[in-house]
């Protein structure tokens, strides 16, 4: 089993920058990836970006690209969302999950954080 847990949410202004983390612990799982989702009220959750653990490699939403970097750290077992330029449209409870393959689909994710709400201000 893995535990997946967000921090770094928080009330920021239109332009501003933030950073979040998921720290992973419990028992490892293979080659996978890990990803960031969100929610906003009464709306489907989305995806935003994608980081494959062993190389790498990233995808990222159309909407969130060259504002938002995905990164991971190994020997923290960390994964980081730096989001930049937000905007209010931004503002929805953001997840991380982990599962076998980076896809943008909700389904495909074994673990889940609890979330962390992300509000931006116009």
């Known amino acids: 089993q893995v535990q997946l847990e967000e921090s770094g949410g928080g009330l920021v202004q239109a332009g501003g920058s933030l950073r979040l983390s998921c720290a992973a612990s419990?028992?490892?799982?293979?080659?996978?990836?890990m990803a960031w989702f969100r929610q906003a009220p009464g709306k489907e959750r989305r995806f935003v970006a994608s980081?494959?653990?062993?190389?790498?490699?990233?995808i990222y939403a159309d909407s969130v690209k060259g504002r938002f970097t995905i990164s991971r750290d190994n020997a923290k077992n960390t994964v980081y969302l730096q989001m930049n330029s937000l905007k209010p449209e931004d503002t929805a409870v953001y997840y991380c999950?982990?599962?076998?393959?980076?896809?943008?689909?909700?389904?495909?994710?074994?673990?889940w954080g609890q979330g962390t709400q992300v509000t931006v201000s116009s």
């Open positions: 419990g028992r490892t799982f293979g080659r996978g990836a």
């Open positions: 980081i494959r653990w062993s190389v790498g490699s990233t």
């Open positions: 999950a982990a599962g076998p393959a980076a896809t943008p689909l909700p389904p495909s994710y074994d673990y």
